[in-house]
């Protein structure tokens, strides 16, 4: 009679002593944000942290790493997570990827790089480029113009008008004027079906999307019947003063020389402008040059500016814009050789 094997029991490695710590919090719903639906930021923490993370209730995190370096590294972020959770600022896999690698370069939340829109969204920079513009934004005292300047992707256009949209739910300005030079970008306005407002629509798209972003389709909407929110082409800013509003020329690259100088002469009483662009992706025929790269030559060192520049490493939209950006870049590079 043979005897029957008995089944094979895994084994469960305990932690050694000394490589686990446990964080107490109060809140333990912001724990539960922090850790995210079926855990899916947790398992962004822990596959960029070399950890193990555990909630067993009550506000309570065990995490797990042979490493102590890698151990306190996990706490500040966690800590900061928390820190966010308990603001009611949204938090999401992309989120807790970025705040790793802030933690990796030693950049941690602040007070002062939050952008909240009354009874709309909230957006906290992700990146350390992302912190210094909204810091800018925030920066009332100092700064009137701002320049946003990098690749896309970077949330130059949202985080501007999530702001201006705050501004304006607050009452702080009187109107929020968002412009954009109607560019053909390989394509003929001329070809386009309707009259000139429905051809220059489709360019003033990515602004709407972000509005309705900041702030919600609703008050969108109502904001703009009442006039208060005004997206136009920047052909339509000549000849006029914007007092008490806050301004956005978006896709600044387009704009020639005389278009920015134009713009930028259209700051009123009580108002301040943001400029963002990309100077490499200029849709302008060859031979002219972009205003937005004359603008920040000539304007370099005037005092009440602040010049913003992104890279490839503040690009938070997908993972690939980042590559897509990076082998630009090279290619680039391999021209210019």
Same mark, same amino acid.
């Given at each position: @009679?043979?005897?029957?094997?008995?089944?094979?029991?895994?084994?469960?490695?305990?932690?050694?002593?000394?490589?686990?710590?446990?964080?107490? /919090?109060?809140?333990? *719903?912001?724990?539960? +944000?922090?850790?995210?639906?079926?855990?899916?930021?947790?398992?962004?923490?822990?596959?960029?942290?070399?950890?193990?993370?555990?909630?067993?209730?009550? #506000?309570?995190?065990?995490?797990?790493?042979?490493?102590?370096?890698?151990?306190?590294?996990?706490?500040?972020?966690?800590?900061?997570?928390?820190?966010?959770?308990?603001?009611?600022?949204?938090?999401?896999?992309?989120?807790?990827?970025?705040?790793?690698? @802030? !933690? +990796? $370069?030693?950049?941690?939340?602040?007070?002062?790089?939050?952008? +909240?829109?009354?009874?709309? %969204?909230?957006?906290?920079?992700?990146?350390?480029?992302?912190?210094?513009?909204?810091?800018?934004?925030?920066?009332?005292?100092?700064?009137?113009?701002? /320049?946003?300047?990098?690749?896309? #992707?970077?949330?130059?256009?949202?985080?501007?008008? %999530?702001?201006?949209?705050?501004?304006?739910?607050? !009452?702080?300005?009187?109107?929020?004027?968002?412009? +954009?030079?109607?560019?053909?970008?390989?394509?003929?306005?001329? /070809?386009?079906?309707?009259?000139?407002? $429905?051809?220059?629509?489709?360019?003033?798209?990515?602004?709407?999307?972000?509005?309705? $972003? %900041?702030?919600?389709?609703?008050? @969108?909407?109502?904001?703009?019947?009442?006039?208060?929110?005004?997206?136009?082409?920047?052909? /339509?800013?000549? =000849?006029?003063?914007?007092?008490?509003?806050?301004?956005?020329? *978006?896709?600044?690259?387009?704009?020639? =020389?005389?278009?920015?100088?134009?713009?930028?002469?259209?700051? =009123?009483?009580?108002?301040?402008?943001?400029?963002?662009?990309?100077?490499?992706?200029?849709?302008?025929?060859?031979?002219?040059?972009?205003?937005?790269?004359?603008?920040?030559?000539?304007?370099? !060192?005037?005092?009440?500016?602040?010049?913003?520049?992104?890279?490839?490493?503040?690009?938070?939209?997908?993972?690939?814009? %980042?590559?897509?950006?990076?082998?630009?870049?090279?290619?680039?590079?391999?021209? !210019?050789?």
């Amino acid at each position: @009679m043979s005897r029957s094997k008995s089944p094979r029991v895994k084994e469960i490695k305990r932690p050694q002593k000394g490589v686990s710590e446990t964080l107490y /919090f109060d809140n333990e *719903d912001a724990v539960r +944000r922090v850790f995210g639906p079926a855990q899916d930021n947790a398992t962004v923490l822990e596959a960029e942290l070399n950890i193990r993370l555990e909630a067993p209730g009550g #506000g309570v995190i065990v995490l797990t790493s042979a490493d102590r370096g890698m151990r306190m590294e996990a706490i500040r972020v966690l800590k900061d997570l928390y820190e966010r959770a308990s603001q009611n600022l949204p938090i999401d896999p992309a989120i807790a990827k970025a705040a790793c690698v @802030m !933690g +990796r $370069e030693g950049q941690y939340s602040g007070g002062d790089d939050v952008i +909240r829109v009354p009874r709309g %969204a909230a957006f906290q920079g992700r990146t350390a480029g992302q912190k210094a513009y909204i810091r800018a934004l925030n920066n009332e005292a100092d700064y009137d113009l701002i /320049f946003g300047v990098g690749p896309a #992707g970077t949330g130059k256009t949202l985080l501007a008008v %999530a702001y201006g949209a705050a501004q304006l739910v607050l !009452g702080n300005i009187e109107r929020l004027v968002i412009t +954009r030079p109607a560019v053909e970008a390989g394509e003929r306005l001329g /070809f386009l079906p309707g009259d000139l407002t $429905e051809k220059i629509d489709p360019y003033l798209l990515p602004i709407w999307d972000s509005l309705r $972003e %900041a702030m919600g389709q609703r008050a @969108m909407e109502k904001l703009r019947e009442e006039g208060k929110i005004e997206v136009a082409p920047l052909a /339509f800013m000549r =000849g006029r003063t914007l007092n008490r509003a806050f301004v956005i020329c *978006d896709e600044a690259q387009n704009a020639t =020389g005389p278009q920015m100088r134009m713009v930028l002469t259209r700051l =009123g009483e009580g108002s301040r402008m943001v400029i963002t662009g990309d100077p490499t992706q200029t849709d302008l025929p060859a031979r002219e040059p972009s205003g937005l790269a004359q603008a920040l030559k000539i304007l370099d !060192g005037v005092p009440r500016i602040s010049v913003n520049p992104f890279t490839r490493k503040d690009v938070v939209r997908h993972d690939l814009v %980042a590559m897509i950006v990076e082998a630009y870049e090279r290619a680039d590079q391999a021209k !210019g050789q």
